[in-house]
């Protein structure tokens, strides 16, 4: 079948183990139907027909960002238009105002790199929220995050990673990965935390208990190679420690970002094809998520059929990727996702950060 492929085909079907110059052959196939019912048995045969979700939360500290990385539009300097950074009782606020859901069960905190806040402040946040809030589930902070609270408080990132935990953090966060190249994140994230040092920040998380996601923001300046280097690094690190929980690609959304003018934005094609080929690449993690706020919910609903098992959650309201310029909505009803999920003949999961079953929609 299609020639040089039939060896991937094979491969997978025994289920032995891709080569880097198997992903980057596999970029090159026009054949997306044939990807995507590669990623789709591989799917099945580890995962079944559940389909994961969150009844969740994000909330977003602070857009003030110390990075200005070339590929945001969240990020802002302080004392510009649009900049806010939240009190805790402003945190607080927007957390009751999504428990009016019964089913409320998870938050998503990620913020900016805010040029003035202490470590201990985001510390304080975590405590506050946590016996305010003690039965929901809390992950947050990317690498990038925990790499710049290590930084501004001078302690180790072990050390500052324990005391997240003794504040009640759950899991960690997938974002701050973006291409895990060094050549990439030289020309558009300077100032954050290098590959090595998000991926370290995984290390470490495992080693402790932590759970965390992994992602991958593409479409931008990255090469191919160097998008299948990253699936390798990640798969390098999941082989060392077992503890990254769920995969997500992200598309890049150019627009509100310096690269706006410079990069279209990636189509679906690219979106299912990238998205299959992580879940064919990424043998050893056992979700990938088909983000529907990036993909859109019809495209993500298209990805549970390309290798997806994850779907994200409910979100109450998300501002990052809408000031890029998302046209999906800010948040769906628990109802939509259980019929995104049904439509298609999967079992809806409603689970925590760390993908334990609450509830089994059948």
Not at 24 to 47: H, M, Q, T
Not at 53 to 66: A, I, W
Request: aromatic share 8%; with cysteine.
């Amino acid at each position: 079948m299609f020639g040089t492929f039939t060896d991937i085909e094979r491969k997978v079907l025994h289920g032995e183990r891709l080569t880097k110059e198997d992903g980057i052959k596999l970029f090159s196939c026009n054949e997306l139907s044939w990807i995507g019912a590669l990623a789709d048995y591989v799917r099945k045969k580890k995962c079944g027909d559940i389909v994961y979700y969150n009844v969740n939360c994000h909330l977003n500290l602070t857009n003030m960002c110390v990075s200005q990385c070339k590929f945001c539009a969240f990020g802002r300097d302080e004392n510009v238009k649009g900049a806010y950074a939240m009190t805790i009782k402003q945190a607080v606020n927007v957390i009751k105002d999504a428990m009016k859901d019964p089913n409320m069960s998870g938050l998503h905190i990620v913020s900016g790199l805010h040029p003035k806040w202490h470590f201990k402040r985001y510390v304080d946040f975590l405590k506050i929220i946590h016996k305010t809030f003690p039965n929901l589930y809390l992950k947050g902070f990317t690498g990038v995050e925990i790499t710049h609270f290590s930084k501004i408080s001078g302690k180790s990132v072990k050390d500052v990673l324990i005391e997240l935990k003794d504040a009640g953090l759950q899991a960690i966060a997938g974002g701050g990965a973006e291409i895990l190249s060094d050549r990439v994140r030289n020309l558009l994230c300077p100032k954050k935390a290098t590959a090595d040092e998000w991926l370290e920040v995984a290390r470490i998380a495992h080693n402790l208990g932590i759970k965390s996601n992994a992602s991958m923001l593409y479409g931008h300046i990255e090469t191919i190679e160097e998008r299948v280097d990253h699936l390798m690094k990640l798969r390098s690190l999941q082989d060392e420690t077992g503890g990254f929980q769920t995969f997500i690609s992200f598309p890049f959304l150019p627009k509100n970002t310096v690269l706006g003018k410079e990069v279209s934005q990636t189509s679906m094609w690219d979106d299912l094809r990238t998205l299959a080929i992580s879940r064919l690449m990424l043998d050893n993690f056992n979700n990938i998520k088909a983000y529907w706020v990036m993909l859109t919910v019809p495209v993500a609903q298209l990805a549970l059929s390309f290798g997806a098992n994850d779907i994200d959650g409910t979100i109450h309201k998300e501002t990052i990727l809408h000031d890029a310029g998302a046209s999906s909505p800010t948040s769906l009803k628990e109802d939509e996702i259980i019929k995104i999920i049904r439509d298609i003949g999967r079992t809806p999961a409603a689970c925590d950060c760390n993908f334990n079953i609450l509830r089994l929609i059948n």
